[in-house]
């Protein structure tokens, strides 16, 4: 997938990866083709060619304000694409209801809010109802055991019981992923799990998404700031700037010669000793830099 001005040459098109889940042969679960987003009457990217299958971890990068959320808002329906052909699980985006979990920016619960983290995780499955459910019902119990299994899958049970609000920054974010997945969805959307996590809580919950992909075959589509704490666990990535977007393994899209073209202006890309990768040039050092929102197009 690449986008480029017609005096640049053409990106590469990187050969997809093969990835771990064992659905990644099959039919793409999500495929854009010739896509474009446009907000305000301003086109923020165009011509994205992209197809992501069962048990795919891709991750959607770039600096602030060229769209990584807006993707993900058109994945769900929420926005509507501005031109090209999009599917999700087969269908318009939007029409696959549970199918689909999503998980928005990373919100803020209040220290003193008493309800529980398995209460946070059953709103996945019952938020969207009116009434009191029966407590002896056969769907209770079934739901029951679902989010049981759910809460030990992502390694919450410990804490499952505590108000959400003596929940540490990384405990809530497995609750709020264990909400996401109560529904056994196919298709996963994180919109940046991992802002406002510390470094220790980030690889955690990285090397956990990349565990609920491979493990549950879940095609996993994830906006992201910084690479690094993600990058082993990675299928492809893609990267959007400057109107365009390319897409491929990380190796062959988070170089040098590949974000120079994409941002028209040289770009370095530099691996400390530990293997973290340094984009220097461009806009933003997109590869790992600290969130600065501006707004909620990101």
């Not at 986008?3 to 053409?10: E, F, G, I, N, V």
């Not at 083709?33 to 992209?50: F, H, N």
């Not at 808002?73 to 031109?83: D, M, N, Q, S």
């Not at 700031?225 to 959007?240: A, G």
């Amino acid at each position: 997938m690449n986008r480029t001005s017609p005096a640049q040459p053409a990106l590469p098109q990187a050969e997809p990866a093969t990835p771990g889940g064992s659905g990644s042969n099959g039919t793409p679960v999500l495929r854009l083709c010739g896509a474009a987003a446009r907000v305000g009457g301003r086109t923020l990217w165009s011509g994205v060619d992209l197809e992501v299958r069962a048990g795919e971890f891709v991750a959607v990068l770039g600096p602030n304000g060229v769209g990584k959320s807006t993707l993900v808002k058109i994945l769900l329906g929420v926005l509507p694409a501005a031109a090209g052909e999009i599917t999700v699980l087969g269908a318009r985006p939007g029409d696959a209801g549970s199918r689909v979990g999503y998980l928005p920016q990373r919100r803020s619960f209040d220290a003193d809010l008493r309800i529980r983290g398995i209460d946070i995780v059953r709103m996945g499955l019952d938020g969207d109802r009116w009434g009191v459910p029966l407590p002896w019902s056969r769907s209770r119990r079934i739901e029951g055991e679902r989010i049981a299994e759910v809460i030990e899958l992502v390694g919450a049970s410990a804490y499952a019981q505590r108000p959400i609000g003596q929940c540490s920054g990384g405990e809530q974010q497995r609750l709020l992923i264990a909400q996401a997945l109560v529904r056994r969805p196919e298709i996963l959307l994180l919109d940046e799990p991992l802002d406002s996590l510390d470094l220790p809580n980030q690889s955690a919950v990285a090397a956990l998404i990349g565990r609920i992909c491979r493990q549950e075959n879940v095609a996993v589509v994830m906006v992201a700031h910084d690479v690094n704490p993600i990058l082993h666990h990675l299928d492809r990535v893609v990267y959007i700037a400057e109107g365009g977007a390319v897409c491929g393994p990380p190796s062959e899209v988070v170089t040098s010669e590949t974000l120079t073209r994409l941002y028209r202006t040289p770009v370095e890309v530099m691996s400390t000793r530990d293997g973290r990768l340094v984009v220097v040039g461009g806009p933003e050092a997109p590869a790992v830099h600290h969130d600065r929102h501006t707004g909620p197009e990101n």
